[in-house]
């Protein structure tokens, strides 16, 4: 505006100049309108606009009060899991099932998703029932849904529950050293509380028959509770939905679950933390046969988990969700005359309940089939009880319902008729023509399909960006003629280096047995066939201490096969460990390359005064990994034999002193049964 002034004057000159320029009316207009501008704007402020809340809760303010969830919905009892593998929250599930026949309400729950600080105040609720399902873990530790919970118990002394009923059912295995320890911990310590029992401790056994033995107790525990509550039982053993079916016919494909274990598309766009609900998908990286011989098939494999920011240490877990055989998939699709293909939902009717479906939905029956439900398992005698009303043939029905009794006749009849010979949910239907349940029904009823946990078989040391596996491929003949494969290890078999579908969703589960805090320790490591898989890791670690120029211990192994020239695994490493000093001694046991049998505790008990003086008088850690049924005692039992020769204890006294190592975490043990 300055620049065109001189021009503007050069027209006017020698003419009356007005009182305003019309530059100055221009700019009086431009400021009077600029203040009523603010003048209006000021008394009229722009309106915030209102956002509408969200319906949906967030994850922070999710009820964690279960006293308050059983009052709003009229529940009486409440079933507490404690699982694993889902065996515990199946068992809770049922139990929370049969409330209804019994004119009670009740829910089953996962302690870790609650305040279980509200034990005391179940007293609020007349005629009320906790029921315990507590699975033990590992060498008597509690499952992970279940530490909070003990951690608790232990630290509230001052805790007063004398306004609470309860019960425990526990679920172990007699092999194991610490046998149904939480179960029976949790049982002595709500007494110790003030708690009242109203039925005793049930003990089921994996090692045996573990659904018949939760089958007697809940045969004789719902006729405590209807005493001690003053209830009858209703007399109808009519089958009771959980779940009603939703056909989708025109859902976007993007909404609908294909395999993920949480979140929708977490396949797709991968986002750590990593976890059980949220598995990496780890490429599998090698993948080759370790026997040169013999009729099995012995595996090593690496995942890659580069970029993945997954921590491990050796002697941890890998967890992996493996996949259904699509033959056994693509057969249940046939015999029940169905479109595997159609996306359903199954929602369930009590719309309180935080558990919405029983697997991820919406879904298709092939993907539920296929990733979320287990199909090789014999089903347990619930799933037969209520699928008999689908058998046209009355014999066929009269058989299913005998198999969930509690008569000797019945037991014995699912004892040899499904267990024994391992018929799965496929082999049920195909030799019981007349049996023809809705598909969404015996969705609703098959458990889920659980992850598989290997010994990780490496250092994050020296393997920082992969997780080694060992494995042996499980496929055996049944009574019926039938083979069956073992689900995680025949579809890990498949896995193709840089194939299609060659990743594997996994996650990491910490694990107590590690090496020692001193590398100045010396090791003794017993681990025949794939329990040496977490020592190739313990190896390793003391490898490369040993180049960081550490003090490293002796480190012992005892390994053990069938033969040398078929299935001495990881012959070359373990080789070449000694050759180079990392492996102080190398004791390999033959079991059949000569007349008699030999085993790894032949060798402790030929290295007896060696191993004595490693652990009596140098401080060594002792590390068992394999079969706990035969090995593990086995093992134990050399080294009381040991104790007792060379420590001149008697039975008991070594008995207590190998006990006293496993205390001090100088004993530690990975079998499996």
Same mark, same amino acid.
């Given at each position: 505006m300055a620049d065109k002034d001189p021009e503007t004057r050069t027209h006017i000159v020698g003419e009356e100049e007005p009182l305003f320029s019309n530059l100055d009316i221009f700019l009086f207009s431009v400021i009077v309108g600029l203040v009523i501008y603010w003048f209006m704007s000021r008394k009229q402020p722009e309106p915030i606009p209102e956002f509408k809340k969200l319906d949906t809760p967030s994850p922070t303010t999710r009820e964690t009060s279960f006293i308050e969830k059983m009052k709003k919905t009229g529940k009486n009892v409440i079933v507490f899991y404690g699982s694993q593998t889902g065996t515990a929250e199946e068992f809770a599930n049922r139990l929370a099932k049969d409330t209804q026949r019994y004119g009670m309400k009740g829910m089953a729950a996962d302690p870790e998703?609650?305040?279980?600080?509200?034990?005391?105040?179940?007293? /609020?609720?007349?005629?009320? *029932?906790?029921?315990?399902?507590? @699975?033990?873990?590992?060498?008597?530790?509690?499952?992970? #849904? %279940?530490?909070?919970?003990?951690?608790?118990?232990?630290?509230?002394?001052? /805790?007063?529950?004398?306004? *609470?009923?309860?019960?425990?059912? @526990?679920?172990?295995?007699?092999?194991?050293?610490?046998? #149904? %320890?939480?179960?029976?911990?949790?049982?002595?310590?709500?007494?110790?509380?003030?708690?009242?029992r109203i039925f005793d401790l049930g003990l089921g056994d994996d090692d045996g028959n573990l659904e018949e033995d939760f089958i007697s107790w809940r045969e004789q525990f719902w006729p405590a509770v209807c005493e001690h509550f003053g209830v009858e039982a209703s007399g109808d053993e009519s089958s009771i939905r959980q779940y009603e079916l939703k056909v989708h016919t025109d859902l976007n494909m993007n909404k609908v679950y294909t395999g993920e274990i949480g979140r929708l598309k977490s396949f797709e766009v991968q986002k750590p933390p990593f976890d059980s609900k949220n598995p990496f998908l780890a490429p599998v990286i090698v993948n080759r046969k370790l026997n040169k011989a013999g009729d099995r098939h012995l595996m090593h494999l690496e995942l890659d988990i580069t970029g993945s920011k997954i921590r491990y240490e050796s002697g941890d877990h890998v967890a992996v969700f493996p996949t259904n055989d699509l033959e056994l998939v693509n057969k249940l699709g046939e015999i029940l005359g169905v479109d595997l293909d159609v996306v359903i939902s199954l929602n369930n009717l009590d719309e309180e309940s935080n558990k919405k479906h029983p697997f991820p939905c919406p879904t298709t029956y092939r993907t539920a089939l296929t990733h979320y439900l287990d199909i090789t398992n014999p089903p347990r005698t619930n799933v037969l009880y209520e699928l008999a009303q689908y058998a046209s043939d009355p014999k066929d029905q009269e058989n299913m319902r005998k198999m969930a009794s509690s008569s000797p006749e019945g037991k014995a009849l699912y004892q040899n008729w499904v267990l024994d010979s391992c018929r799965n949910i496929l082999a049920v239907l195909e030799d019981m023509p007349s049996l023809k349940p809705p598909i969404d029904h015996l969705c609703e009823l098959l458990p889920r399909l659980q992850a598989r946990y290997y010994s990780i078989a490496s250092s994050s040391k020296v393997h920082p960006n992969s997780i080694h596996i060992c494995a042996v491929v499980v496929e055996y003949a049944t009574k019926t003629g039938r083979v069956n494969k073992g689900v995680a290890t025949n579809w890990l078999k498949n896995k193709l280096i840089n194939g299609h579908k060659s990743t594997v969703p996994m996650y990491i589960r910490k694990s107590q047995f590690r090496l020692p805090f001193k590398a100045s320790n010396p090791v003794i490591?017993?681990?025949?066939?794939?329990?040496?898989?977490?020592?190739?890791?313990?190896?390793?670690?003391?490898?490369?201490?040993?180049?960081?120029?550490?003090?490293?211990?002796?480190?012992?192994?005892?390994?053990?096969?069938?033969?040398?020239?078929?299935?001495?695994?990881?012959?070359?490493?373990?080789?070449?460990?000694?050759?180079?000093?990392?492996?102080?001694?190398?004791?390999?046991?033959?079991?059949r390359d000569q007349e008699h049998k030999v085993y790894v505790q032949h060798h402790l008990k030929k290295n007896k005064e060696h191993v004595w003086k490693l652990i009596h008088t140098d401080n060594a850690h002792i590390y068992v990994c394999g079969d706990a049924r035969n090995m593990a005692k086995d093992v134990q039992t050399a080294f009381y034999e040991i104790a007792e020769e060379y420590g001149g204890m008697t039975r008991t006294q070594a008995t207590d002193y190998v006990k006293k190592l496993m205390t001090k975490g100088r004993y530690s043990q990975d079998v499996w049964s």
């Open positions: 998703e609650y305040s279980m600080g509200e034990l005391g105040r179940l007293a /609020e609720i007349q005629n009320s *029932l906790a029921i315990f399902c507590m @699975a033990t873990y590992g060498e008597g530790d509690p499952t992970d #849904n %279940a530490q909070d919970f003990y951690d608790w118990l232990q630290e509230n002394d001052d /805790e007063d529950l004398s306004g *609470l009923n309860y019960t425990v059912f @526990a679920l172990g295995n007699k092999t194991y050293e610490h046998y #149904n %320890a939480m179960g029976k911990y949790v049982d002595k310590r709500l007494e110790e509380l003030g708690a009242k490591m017993i681990g025949p066939g794939t329990g040496i898989a977490p020592f190739m890791g313990f190896i390793q670690e003391r490898g490369w201490l040993k180049q960081q120029e550490k003090e490293v211990g002796e480190t012992v192994m005892y390994f053990g096969c069938r033969h040398k020239n078929e299935d001495y695994i990881y012959q070359e490493e373990l080789e070449e460990a000694e050759k180079n000093g990392v492996l102080t001694q190398l004791n390999v046991a033959f079991s």
